[in-house]
């Protein structure tokens, strides 16, 4: 099925009021062709009075209620055309609500590999300039291409009726248009598909350069970032040159046809009425027709290439919108607790696993048995991994960059499903769990602080909406963040914008942990949680979250391995692969891949402070 004849299909809840729109359109349209003949009557009445030499009194008098009917036709056709319009955007605002609606909806259930594979300027590029392309067709195509079929077929009729033979005459040559401007509109729907997918690429260049900015001019790139827009600015200049190109062969060719259909009813018609075929006012009448005609032909050839560029909108759109969504077939139900925090309590946990009819008790014991991984089929990354996590306990997942650490993290997160094997929590595979009970209950922190547009009040008790000020300044207070979110000009009420860009990364990232204490998860997991903030503040973090994890699992990733040194047990990954597990004390004796990370983490640190050292000397000596 097309995308336009979808587009209908999925719109039916419009459709008496389409019908309505049209018959306010043919209203207006019987109007507007019933005009030429009285015109016609006028022009005659006048020729035949100037041949009788009747005065001007007497030749008004002959036509005055015709003037009148004209009047009043001009009218209602003036007043069933604003109500079709009106009515139209109506139904246009309407359709595209609905389907901007969906998609954007439709956005939130897809797979995390799909945000992978797309481009987020292309995805927006969707979302609006596809969009706005919908509703723009909508908002004045529609009754654009209506007005124009109705009003070319009552004028065609009408000419057959007043000279079948002149009016066949003229009926060929808009044939032979027709079929030009078919041809034309399929040529163009490939044209405005090509330049759809050249502005997305765009627009996804323009915002890496927006997000990336500080990074572009850190390494002095603004030349390379400039000549790589270049080229995707030339590409949809090419592609808007060959687009506009397409739409403006409309306007020459129907200008052509006009002219030939004037030239014929002028000579022809002349003829005509030489021979007293036909009348002076029905010739007017058959020039005023053909301005029916053409001028609604030239609308809905352009029109036409609309629809064009609208069904390639539409593709992308739906491409979108078919997408399958995130499989969820859980039908368990993780319970988290939720009741307002106590300070004497934080670090309880009384949450329960199981659905309505067979609770089970929570403990947060996580095991992975015989799980394999791999974004595709064809690269299975991790095979065979076995992992046991006792509740309660505090995890430690080490390991060079790259070796898989996040992706096991991911997978308790069900952001990507396993091939083979099975995660489960306390027994309980997690494929057979909710996704939003799972996300209620395994709470994650991660490196990349995420602050959207709000107050900071807003921010911390994102992951609980009906949490007091009270509890959002408690848990602040326990991330460090109470005495600088004080300092600012409205404390808790500032309104962080584009991304919180007016606080630094420590600070962001102090937020999404109180975020998080305030959740209060079950289970917590914390990708790099601290790798923004100085070693000060992450002292003073670590003994908040010291009181957060007790009693309940907690799975941490860290570089600074002077900071998961006092974890129950550590996993050392490499390339996808659990090498080594065990105590900090256990793993250095045993003497392994983990001695070798540790001691090259610690020799780092001692040239770093030597650095500094040598630096604070050479400051010295210059000041003395």
Same mark, same amino acid.
């Given at each position: 099925m097309s995308p336009l004849r979808r587009f209908l299909v999925e719109s039916k809840s419009q459709w008496s009021w389409l019908a309505l729109l049209i018959l306010a359109l043919i209203t207006a349209a019987i109007f507007e062709v019933s005009a030429p003949v009285l015109l016609g009557k006028v022009v005659d009445a006048i020729v035949s009075g100037l041949q009788t030499n009747q005065d001007i009194n007497t030749i008004f008098a002959s036509i005055d209620t015709i003037i009148l009917w004209l009047i009043a036709i001009y009218s209602g056709h003036a007043l069933f055309t604003y109500f079709g319009e009106y009515m139209m955007a109506s139904i246009g605002s309407k359709t595209v609500l609905s389907l901007r609606t969906r998609m954007s909806t439709h956005l939130y259930s897809l797979p995390i590999e799909y945000f992978h594979d797309h481009q987020r300027g292309d995805l927006l590029s969707r979302l609006t300039s596809d969009l706005d392309a919908v509703a723009e067709t909508i908002g004045e195509g529609v009754p654009g291409l209506v007005s124009a079929i109705i009003g070319i077929i009552g004028a065609t009729a009408m000419m057959l009726w007043i000279s079948p033979i002149l009016g066949a005459s003229i009926i060929g040559i808009i044939l032979v248009g027709i079929v030009c401007l078919t041809w034309l509109s399929k040529?163009?729907?490939?044209?405005?598909?090509?330049?759809?997918?050249?502005?997305?690429?765009?627009?996804?260049?323009?915002?890496?350069?927006?997000?990336?900015?500080?990074?572009?001019?850190?390494?002095?790139?603004?030349?390379?970032?400039?000549?790589?827009?270049?080229?995707?600015?030339?590409?949809?200049?090419?592609?808007?040159?060959?687009?506009?190109?397409?739409s403006q062969l409309v306007e020459p060719l129907v200008k052509f046809l006009n002219q030939f259909t004037y030239c014929l009813v002028a000579i022809q018609g002349g003829l005509m009425v030489l021979r007293g075929a036909i009348s002076i006012g029905d010739i007017q009448a058959f020039f005023l027709y053909v301005g029916q005609v053409s001028d609604p032909l030239s609308r809905s050839s352009y029109i036409m290439t609309k629809f064009q560029e609208t069904a390639a909108a539409l593709g992308r759109i739906y491409e979108v919108i078919d997408t399958p969504s995130e499989i969820d077939n859980g039908k368990l139900v993780l319970s988290n607790s939720k009741s307002p925090i106590n300070t004497d309590t934080i670090g309880s946990d009384s949450s329960i696993m199981g659905n309505t009819s067979n609770p089970i008790t929570h403990t947060g014991t996580i095991d992975f048995e015989h799980v394999d991984f791999g974004y595709t089929p064809s690269n299975v990354f991790m095979k065979d991994i076995n992992i046991h996590i006792p509740g309660g306990s505090m995890v430690a997942i080490v390991g060079p960059t790259g070796a898989g650490k996040s992706t096991l993290v991911n997978l308790i997160m069900r952001f990507y499903d396993i091939m083979n094997g099975r995660i489960t929590i306390?027994?309980?595979?997690?494929?057979?769990?909710?996704?939003?009970?799972?996300?209620?209950?395994?709470?994650?922190?991660?490196?990349?602080?995420?602050?959207?547009?709000?107050?900071?009040?807003?921010?911390?008790?994102?992951?609980?909406? @009906?949490?007091?000020?009270?509890?959002?300044?408690? !848990?602040? #207070?326990?991330?460090?963040?109470?005495?600088?979110? $004080? =300092?600012?000009?409205?404390?808790?009420?500032?309104?962080?914008?584009?991304?919180?860009?007016?606080?630094?990364?420590?600070?962001?990232?102090?937020?999404?942990?109180?975020?998080?204490?305030?959740?209060?998860?079950?289970?917590?997991?914390?990708?790099?949680?601290?790798? @923004?903030?100085?070693?000060?503040?992450?002292?003073? !973090?670590? #003994?908040?979250?010291?009181?957060?994890?007790?009693? $309940? =699992?907690?799975?941490?990733?860290?570089h600074r391995l002077s900071t998961i040194k006092n974890a129950d047990f550590l996993l050392v990954v490499e390339n996808g692969t659990i090498v080594e597990q065990g105590t900090h004390q256990e793993l250095i004796e045993r003497g392994g891949h983990y001695k070798e990370l540790y001691e090259n983490y610690v020799a780092g640190r001692r040239a770093m402070t030597s650095s500094l050292i040598v630096l604070i000397i050479i400051l010295f000596s210059k000041l003395v």
């Open positions: 040529r163009a729907r490939r044209v405005y598909l090509r330049n759809q997918n050249a502005l997305g690429a765009f627009n996804s260049g323009i915002e890496e350069i927006v997000v990336g900015k500080p990074i572009i001019q850190t390494f002095g790139l603004e030349d390379t970032t400039t000549n790589q827009v270049q080229v995707l600015n030339e590409n949809l200049f090419k592609s808007m040159r060959s687009a506009a190109f397409t306390d027994g309980v595979d997690i494929r057979d769990v909710s996704r939003e009970s799972l996300h209620n209950t395994v709470g994650m922190v991660l490196q990349d602080a995420w602050i959207f547009t709000g107050t900071i009040a807003d921010n911390i008790g994102y992951g609980k909406p @009906n949490a007091t000020r009270q509890e959002i300044e408690y !848990v602040a #207070k326990l991330a460090m963040a109470d005495y600088f979110i $004080r =300092t600012l000009p409205n404390g808790y009420d500032t309104v962080l914008k584009q991304g919180g860009d007016d606080l630094s990364q420590g600070q962001r990232q102090l937020i999404t942990i109180a975020r998080a204490f305030l959740a209060d998860p079950s289970i917590l997991i914390l990708d790099e949680a601290t790798a @923004n903030v100085d070693t000060r503040t992450e002292v003073e !973090v670590q #003994k908040a979250m010291n009181t957060l994890l007790k009693g $309940r =699992t907690s799975i941490v990733i860290a």
